[in-house]
């Protein structure tokens, strides 16, 4: 069955039928006193947010067996709250796999490249570190986590949350940190290569994800620890098995710690030594990066996106010199 309504290119005027994939789903009680359902519709192209106003209670047990990574079939129309388009969800149901044939790479978003080719790519990085300590350290990292970083998001929400997306967040950060080398010959790029490889490494332990990138929420452990003080518990046993030194697991254990800056973001300390500090702004960089791509991918030359959340509310603009 072809599908002909992607996100990115609704009808603007009337209803249309066709399937989405399930990014998150809640139940909830209106102002009214009635239930509400409130979900992230998601297909190739993007996601968009939907409501189902005044649901039933014969309703309200359907739709509490929807879950995050399920396919649905909805009626809705495309209306407009606070600058954003939104989806007025009129019936909806789960995808029937007797009935309803799919091409399930319609509804995944997923990293522009293969995910083999992007590991192959770290793992050759991580494999010239010249300092055996940090060698050691980064390609088993790699090689214990390959069959779930070919397929792993980089978020449940946000930045790189697609299929694939952990690793074209190291790859591109990879990409970014030799080449900052070049130009500030101070730093160490064994550091930065090892840092960046195992910054977000525990994220694969932090969220859980299905294998097609869709993440249905965070697990216990990451819920109560989150994948920075993780990443320094994975780091600490690893070192440890293979007999790193102190001063360099401790280091390793620093950029981790400080590689989000601020402690409302996570960080209880803040980079003090240069490979450090740089991961931060190469973390940072390549998210907000990724935030405008991702924006401005359906956006008309001429014209603004809507705003950002990620990016403070900003409406972001795309030239006419990008057609």
Known sequence: ????????????????????????????????????LDMNLGDSSGEINGKKWDVS?????????????????VRASVNEWNGTKQLR????????????????????????????????????????IGDEGLRIMAVKFLQDNRDRLLYYPGAMRNH??????????????????????EVYTNLDRDWIVCGVILHDMEKLNEIESTELGVSPGYSFEGKMLGHIAQGVKAVELMAREVG???????????MILSHHYEPEFGSPVKPVFPEAEMLHY?????AKMFDFEDALFNVEPGNFSERVRTLDGRMLYKPTFKE
């Open 282 to 286: 190469l973390d940072m960089m390549d």
């Open 89 to 128: 969800i009129g019936r909806i149901r789960k995808y029937d796999p007797d009935s309803d044939k799919l091409d399930v790479s319609d509804y995944v978003k997923a990293a522009p490249e293969k995910g083999t080719d992007m590991f192959n790519y770290v793992l050759e990085r991580a494999s010239a």
């Open 244 to 254: 790193l030194e102190e001063e360099k697991k401790i280091m390793l254990e620093h």
């Open 1 to 36: 069955m072809s599908k002909e309504f992607y996100i990115n290119n609704l009808p603007e005027e009337g209803s249309f039928t066709d399937f989405y994939m399930v990014r998150a789903v809640s139940l909830k009680l209106g102002s009214n006193g009635k239930v509400y």
């Open 57 to 73: 209670p014969e309703e309200e047990a359907a739709f509490s067996k929807i879950k995050e990574g399920d396919l649905v079939k």
């Open 160 to 181: 790189h949350a697609e299929m694939s997306g952990l690793l074209y967040h190291i790859k591109r950060m990879l990409m970014m940190g030799i080449r900052a080398c």
